[in-house]
């Protein structure tokens, strides 16, 4: 047997004849399904209800392993994408495989009349000549931020060519003649695919079904014909900011890719990418190949480049190893025929987006610096006040271009409009990106990867400027930084003002007759008392080194308590609802990043516990029973010194004075001992 994909170059007319009515056909049929469908794409949003196109042309020279010789493989794709819609039609040039075999010598016996039979006679064989080819396809993608499905209908073609023997006498019957008639048989397949993609938070999980036979045309059955069968497809993607791994497997291949995204701002407002994968055999057809790609976009183009590298495990070369070729390969039309042959190839993709609104467009991002990549949802007060990322935008034209920056996720979890911005000719603008973050109950707390689109909008029109890829976290991820803590503090709760003034009415239903300032301080002490029987220490199950979880206060207390800053949360809202205000201390080291230490225990780095406002002046501290090492001197909002009192909240369920004096030993070892606060190891912050 010899492979010879690049040896022949006679044309199939036939077969190319076939492939366009196919893919017109199949176009034609897409493109009225998705104009029927107009009530579903009304619901994307403005900026994707417009149609746009793109067209791309895949050129390769791939050398034959068998011949060493070098052939080209030409792919022509054109797509429209709408929203979170996107279908395209691919038609491949020269996209197939070709073999020759020589089956061996062909041994005629041929019997007289005299019955006799003659001497055994050998002739040369004709070699047989079988074809495969991927004339091209279509396909249609649907993808929004959990779910994506991706269907495609590909164009198989088989064809064989070779000769039968027929013997033939003369007059004399003693003359014998061998006439070899030459036939020449094929057929094509139409093979459905389909595969379905869902997002869990940095993971993607796919499956589906590839190279389904949906229409057979041609004949029926022939040498070396091959019956596509369906196929069963895996995969799984993990992404972790600028990093994403994969695995997918067929019924007869596995893979593994790894690809790596770079900043590009010197090319384009979207990221580089490269990519590095290893594929190998699943049947006995035992191959091994590795691929390596690059891509780079610029403003009007995007140009990919690549290398791959397929090695058998043993050699091949008669008709048993072409057939175990055949029965390993997909045939989806995601992947190339040779794709496990023995070959080597370099490639080149161009794309052209054809969008009339793309040139002409004055503004091109120089510089862009993301400052919070990890947005949590907790803090969407922090971004909508401080900046998430800054970028300089720069003017080409040579007149003044008044803009409004828009910066939204696909699914508009987070988004956010500035006012308009002024850029004179020429000049470069520095301009902030803040962020505002909806409430979103269905965000995971331990994060999902998202890509923060930026966009001016001039006269009404929207210019894509950058891509940042970005993670949100949900309602209950903390940062780690104990200042964050302020953003789960809900004083104004209704849940914990009704709680918190059933606990004030009581503490001043079991005060005493005292009077001022101590009456005051019992009043403290009855209300602490009394709230925090319910919050019971429970070590946080959720705690890693990377993220953290903080309850909110309704539910600390709904649930009966919490870790130390889930308790502290709570009570803290609970104190400011009825006037009290408080500071959190923290005993846990500073690190770098959103790396946290876990929750410990009291008394351990990782711990947090409160200072509690009592509101009475700093004079009045032996009227209230406390001595100097008990009352901490420190100044209200008011600027007036007034006493505070440590309290240990995980201490709160066994009652106000184990709290307290739990508290007082710890303000004491950790802040006047160890001199904690001047040596950096202790820090407070207001909860305010």
Same mark, same amino acid.
Not at 493 to 508: G, H, M, P
Not at 566 to 590: K, Q, W
């Given at each position: 047997?010899?492979?010879?994909?690049?040896?022949?170059?006679?044309?199939?007319?036939?077969?190319?004849?076939? #492939?366009?009515?196919?893919?017109?056909?199949?176009?034609?049929?897409?493109?009225?399904?998705?104009?029927?469908?107009?009530?579903?794409?009304?619901?994307?949003?403005?900026?994707?209800?417009?149609?746009?196109?793109?067209? #791309?042309?895949?050129?390769?020279?791939?050398?034959?392993?068998?011949?060493?010789?070098?052939?080209?493989?030409?792919?022509?794709?054109?797509?429209? /994408? *709408?929203?979170?819609?996107?279908?395209?039609?691919?038609?491949?040039?020269?996209?197939?495989?070709?073999?020759?075999?020589?089956?061996?010598?062909?041994?005629?016996?041929?019997?007289?009349?005299?019955?006799?039979?003659?001497?055994?006679?050998?002739?040369?064989?004709? %070699?047989?000549?079988?074809?495969?080819?991927?004339?091209?396809?279509?396909?249609?993608?649907?993808?929004?931020?959990?779910?994506?499905?991706?269907?495609?209908?590909?164009?198989?073609?088989?064809?064989?060519?070779?000769?039968?023997?027929?013997?033939?006498?003369?007059?004399?019957?003693?003359?014998?003649?061998?006439?070899?008639?030459?036939?020449?048989?094929? &057929?094509?397949?139409?093979?459905?695919?389909?595969?379905?993609?869902?997002?869990?938070?940095?993971?993607?999980?796919?499956?589906?079904?590839?190279?389904?036979?949906?229409?057979?045309?041609?004949?029926?059955?022939?040498?070396?014909?091959?019956?596509?069968?369906?196929?069963?497809?895996?995969?799984?993607?993990?992404?972790?900011?600028?990093?994403?791994?994969?695995?997918? #497997?067929?019924?007869? &291949?596995?893979?593994?890719?790894?690809?790596?995204?770079?900043?590009? *701002?010197?090319?384009?407002? /979207?990221?580089?990418?490269?990519?590095?994968?290893?594929?190998?055999?699943?049947?006995?057809?035992?191959?091994?190949?590795?691929?390596?790609?690059?891509?780079?976009?610029?403003?009007?183009?995007?140009?990919?480049?690549?290398?791959?590298?397929?090695?058998?495990?043993?050699?091949?070369?008669? *008709?048993?190893?072409?057939?175990?070729?055949?029965?390993?390969?997909?045939?989806?039309?995601?992947?190339?025929?040779?794709? &496990?042959?023995? !070959?080597?190839?370099?490639?080149? =993709?161009? /794309?052209?987006?054809?969008?009339?609104?793309?040139?002409?467009?004055?503004?091109?991002?120089?510089?862009?610096?993301?400052?919070?990549? !990890?947005?949590?949802?907790?803090? !969407?007060?922090?971004?909508?006040?401080?900046?998430?990322?800054?970028?300089?935008?720069?003017?080409? =034209?040579?007149?003044?271009?008044?803009?409004?920056?828009?910066?939204?996720?696909?699914?508009?979890?987070?988004?956010?409009?500035?006012?308009?911005? @002024?850029?004179?000719?020429?000049?470069?603008?520095?301009?902030?990106?803040?962020?505002?973050?909806?409430?979103?109950?269905?965000? %995971?707390?331990?994060?999902?990867?998202?890509?923060?689109?930026?966009?001016?909008?001039?006269?009404?029109?929207?210019?894509?400027?950058?891509?940042?890829?970005?993670?949100?976290?949900?309602?209950?991820?903390?940062?780690?930084?104990?200042?964050?803590?302020?953003?789960?503090?809900?004083?104004?709760?209704?849940?914990?003002?009704?709680?918190? =003034?059933?606990?004030?009415?009581?503490?001043?239903?079991?005060?005493?007759?005292?009077?001022?300032? *101590?009456?005051? +301080?019992?009043?403290? /002490?009855?209300?602490?008392?009394?709230?925090?029987?319910?919050? !019971?220490?429970?070590?946080?199950?959720?705690?890693?080194?990377?993220?953290?979880?903080?309850?909110?206060?309704?539910? @600390? +207390?709904?649930?009966?308590?919490?870790?130390?800053?889930?308790?502290?949360?709570?009570?803290?809202?609970?104190?400011?609802?009825?006037?009290?205000?408080?500071?959190?201390?923290?005993?846990?080291?500073?690190?770098?990043?959103?790396?946290?230490?876990? @929750?410990?225990?009291?008394? #351990?780095?990782?711990?947090?516990?409160?200072?509690?406002?009592?509101?009475?002046?700093?004079?009045?501290?032996?009227?209230?029973?406390?001595?100097?090492?008990?009352?901490?001197?420190?100044? &209200?909002?008011?600027?007036?010194?007034?006493?505070?009192?440590?309290?240990?909240?995980?201490?709160?369920?066994?009652?106000?004075?184990?709290?307290?004096?739990?508290?007082?030993?710890?303000?004491?070892?950790?802040?006047?001992?160890?001199?904690?606060?001047?040596?950096?190891?202790?820090?407070?912050?207001?909860?305010?």
């Amino acid at each position: 047997m010899t492979r010879c994909s690049g040896d022949r170059s006679n044309i199939d007319w036939l077969l190319l004849g076939r #492939s366009l009515i196919f893919l017109i056909t199949a176009i034609a049929l897409a493109v009225t399904a998705v104009q029927a469908q107009s009530e579903i794409l009304s619901s994307v949003r403005e900026d994707g209800a417009r149609w746009s196109w793109a067209i #791309s042309a895949s050129n390769a020279y791939s050398q034959n392993g068998s011949s060493r010789q070098w052939y080209p493989n030409t792919d022509i794709d054109i797509s429209i /994408r *709408r929203g979170g819609l996107n279908i395209g039609s691919t038609i491949f040039l020269n996209q197939q495989q070709e073999f020759l075999f020589q089956p061996g010598r062909l041994i005629i016996r041929v019997e007289d009349e005299e019955h006799q039979f003659s001497e055994d006679t050998d002739f040369d064989s004709r %070699p047989d000549f079988y074809q495969m080819s991927q004339p091209g396809k279509v396909y249609a993608q649907f993808a929004n931020r959990r779910m994506q499905v991706t269907g495609a209908l590909n164009l198989l073609s088989q064809r064989s060519d070779f000769e039968t023997p027929e013997i033939a006498t003369s007059v004399d019957t003693s003359l014998f003649v061998i006439n070899w008639n030459p036939l020449s048989k094929r &057929n094509s397949y139409v093979l459905g695919s389909l595969i379905a993609g869902y997002s869990m938070r940095s993971v993607v999980l796919q499956a589906g079904l590839l190279s389904v036979p949906v229409i057979r045309f041609g004949d029926a059955g022939f040498r070396d014909h091959y019956r596509p069968a369906a196929q069963l497809f895996l995969g799984a993607t993990w992404r972790l900011n600028n990093w994403e791994m994969a695995g997918l #497997s067929d019924s007869k &291949n596995w893979s593994v890719h790894m690809k790596r995204t770079f900043d590009s *701002r010197f090319l384009s407002s /979207r990221p580089l990418q490269a990519s590095l994968g290893f594929q190998s055999g699943l049947t006995g057809f035992n191959y091994q190949g590795l691929m390596l790609k690059f891509y780079m976009p610029f403003n009007k183009f995007d140009l990919t480049l690549g290398y791959d590298v397929t090695r058998l495990g043993e050699s091949w070369g008669n *008709r048993t190893d072409f057939r175990q070729w055949q029965r390993s390969n997909s045939y989806s039309g995601f992947f190339p025929l040779d794709r &496990n042959l023995p !070959h080597q190839a370099i490639y080149a =993709k161009v /794309r052209v987006r054809l969008d009339r609104e793309k040139p002409g467009w004055p503004l091109r991002v120089i510089n862009q610096r993301l400052l919070q990549q !990890h947005i949590f949802s907790a803090k !969407h007060d922090f971004y909508a006040h401080n900046p998430i990322a800054m970028i300089d935008i720069f003017n080409e =034209k040579p007149h003044t271009v008044t803009l409004q920056l828009l910066a939204e996720t696909s699914d508009h979890t987070a988004s956010f409009r500035s006012e308009q911005i @002024t850029i004179r000719p020429r000049q470069v603008q520095t301009v902030p990106v803040y962020l505002f973050v909806m409430a979103n109950e269905t965000l %995971p707390d331990d994060g999902v990867s998202e890509q923060l689109i930026l966009k001016a909008i001039i006269n009404g029109r929207h210019q894509e400027l950058s891509v940042m890829p970005i993670t949100i976290y949900g309602r209950r991820a903390w940062d780690g930084q104990t200042a964050s803590l302020r953003y789960f503090v809900t004083p104004g709760d209704s849940y914990i003002k009704n709680r918190a =003034k059933q606990a004030y009415l009581t503490s001043l239903r079991k005060l005493s007759d005292s009077p001022g300032p *101590r009456r005051d +301080y019992e009043q403290l /002490r009855n209300f602490i008392e009394h709230f925090g029987k319910a919050l !019971h220490y429970i070590p946080d199950p959720t705690t890693t080194l990377s993220v953290d979880q903080v309850q909110y206060p309704a539910e @600390t +207390y709904s649930r009966g308590g919490g870790d130390c800053e889930d308790i502290t949360v709570s009570l803290g809202s609970a104190l400011m609802s009825v006037g009290y205000n408080t500071v959190v201390v923290d005993v846990r080291p500073a690190t770098r990043g959103r790396v946290s230490i876990p @929750t410990a225990k009291k008394s #351990s780095i990782g711990h947090v516990f409160m200072l509690v406002d009592t509101g009475i002046e700093a004079e009045h501290m032996s009227e209230i029973g406390l001595n100097e090492f008990q009352a901490v001197i420190r100044q &209200n909002q008011f600027g007036v010194d007034t006493i505070w009192i440590a309290i240990e909240t995980t201490e709160v369920s066994n009652g106000f004075q184990a709290a307290f004096d739990e508290g007082v030993r710890q303000y004491y070892t950790e802040v006047i001992e160890k001199q904690g606060v001047t040596n950096g190891n202790v820090h407070v912050y207001e909860l305010n």
